[in-house]
């Protein structure tokens, strides 16, 4: 009798990762990778095509059945998640109309949010969760239809990631409800169900999909997608959902007063409660266990400025992290913002960018590196602090994803924040955690059992005074130089347009 493994797979910002993992006990067998990168056609636009997503998936299936195969193990279950929330506009036979528009770091639909909060009834937005972010799915629908009109002839169909490939591997339409509720304001966190005067006015073009909770089972391999990946026909496909809430299913912090830290190329933190909560700039979602609710919050940049640096710098960025580790507290007088990308949470600033202040002849890659993982980690602290501010419990976390490896991001984001951090032996993140999901359609799938925590990150008390001052002066940093960056953001737009507009006459003139 062959040994039963379970297949997760994951669709991250970077790459899409997939572990074969044994059912019993979690370990992982195999683990196979296809790097990518989305586009940015222009400023404040993060883009892929929702086809090299399935392109991936198929690949890395057809890769871990071989490996199956070898081991003599049968997979039995499988689960999909990704990052989010995305928004996938498909027809009715879930092929992609145009491009996925990916989550918060795409800051595009400025202008709709200002709409939509002037047209929605007040009620309507709480019941989604709060004010409309970069995060929200609703202004990007709005986008595409003032932008890209071309998309809504036919019928068309609302996906995630995870949706999307569930429906590639099945053939078969259904959204968890953690997803769902972060599509505001297409969703009611109060009835737990999609809002029908919320689409009306925001997007009536678009169908919404039926809601499963993650963990749910979709449906079953189809003969075409078991052609396509090396699946059996007939293998169960159970709903997935966000990138970072797989996480926090990987290391069991989904139930109430847990917390998940995930470091990757950005960071993302997850509280759980058993009632919702609201705090000024993070974002209030349903929880994956019914029951549940969420307060997240998300940087848009993390590892993401480290590997800047050593591209700059031409060092590796191992190398550069581990020459930051040997820099004391402070960075010998440098300090910075981490906001690359924009700022999520909590302040919500799509313009916002980094910045490095106090830059002398005397410094070099190292103190710069650690900088970075400093501004970084007191991010972490800004969001830790509106958490608590919002009646949060926040005593320790369990950390999770790529950076959670590193000794030296850690021991930063411990000692800035004081919160202890709860390593667990396997750390490799979302895709492990649709594994677990996917092991429990056939029985329990116990964390004790699955992920055993293997080490803790205490705070360093000596660090607590030094990130204290660091913490005050990083919040005045930001206020102080706010305006001169989103003056510069805007004559970048400004050359954009003048540069765009000089390409549409070269074109037109080449044509005549």
Request: hydrophobic share 45%; net charge negative.
């Amino acid at each position: 009798m062959p040994g039963e493994a379970v297949l997760g797979i994951d669709v991250g910002t970077s790459s899409t990762k997939g572990v074969l993992v044994d059912r019993g006990d979690g370990r992982i067998i195999a683990v196979a990778v296809r790097q990518h990168a989305p586009s940015r056609p222009g400023v404040g636009f993060v883009e892929m095509d929702a086809e090299q997503w399935w392109s991936e998936c198929r690949g890395i299936a057809a890769e871990l059945a071989a490996v199956a195969v070898l081991h003599g193990v049968r997979i039995v279950a499988v689960g999909v998640s990704g990052m989010g929330p995305c928004t996938v506009v498909t027809d009715e036979h879930d092929r992609p109309v145009g491009a996925a528009i990916l989550y918060g770091v795409d800051t595009r639909a400025t202008e709709q949010i200002a709409q939509l909060h002037d047209e929605l009834d007040p009620a309507i937005v709480d019941a989604a969760g709060g004010p409309l972010t970069s995060q929200a799915v609703g202004p990007k629908l709005r986008w595409i239809e003032q932008h890209e009109p071309w998309r809504l002839d036919g019928r068309r169909r609302l996906h995630g990631v995870s949706s999307f490939i569930a429906a590639r591997l099945t053939g078969r339409w259904m959204l968890d409800h953690h997803s769902a509720s972060q599509c505001a304001p297409l969703y009611d966190q109060r009835v737990g169900d999609w809002s029908e005067p919320a689409r009306a006015l925001v997007a009536e073009w678009i169908e919404l999909p039926p809601l499963g909770w993650p963990g749910d089972r979709v449906g079953t391999v189809t003969a075409t997608a078991a052609e396509a990946t090396g699946l059996a026909i007939g293998t169960p496909v159970v709903l997935g959902t966000v990138d970072a809430w797989a996480e926090s299913v990987a290391v069991g912090a989904i139930g109430p007063g847990d917390l998940m830290l995930m470091y990757g190329t950005t960071f993302f933190l997850i509280a759980t409660a058993d009632r919702a909560r609201r705090a000024p700039g993070m974002w209030s979602t349903v929880g994956v266990r019914r029951g549940t609710s969420n307060l997240a919050g998300g940087l848009a940049t993390s590892g993401a400025v480290t590997r800047w640096a050593g591209a700059l710098t031409g060092r590796g960025e191992a190398e550069l992290v581990a020459a930051a580790g040997e820099v004391p507290v402070g960075s010998r007088g440098l300090l910075a913002l981490p906001y690359f990308a924009g700022e999520r949470t909590p302040i919500q600033d799509p313009d916002a960018r980094g910045a490095i202040v106090g830059l002398g002849l005397e410094h070099g890659p190292a103190e710069i590196a650690r900088a970075l993982i400093e501004s970084v980690a007191l991010a972490v602290r800004h969001n830790l602090d509106v958490l608590v501010g919002s009646g949060a419990a926040v005593t320790v976390a369990d950390a999770i994803g790529g950076g959670s490896s590193s000794e030296v991001w850690t021991r930063i984001v411990a000692d800035a924040t004081g919160v202890p951090q709860r390593l667990r032996r396997e750390r490799i993140g979302a895709s492990h955690g649709m594994a677990m999901l996917a092991a429990a359609e056939h029985g329990e799938a116990p964390i004790e059992r699955w992920n055993p925590v293997v080490a803790v990150v205490e705070p360093d008390p000596s660090a607590r005074a030094g990130y204290d001052r660091l913490s005050t002066r990083f919040r005045e940093l930001y206020p102080a130089t706010r305006d001169i960056v989103h003056a510069l953001v805007d004559d970048e737009r400004a050359s954009e347009t003048v540069l765009a507009a000089a390409d549409h006459e070269r074109n037109r003139n080449a044509d005549v």
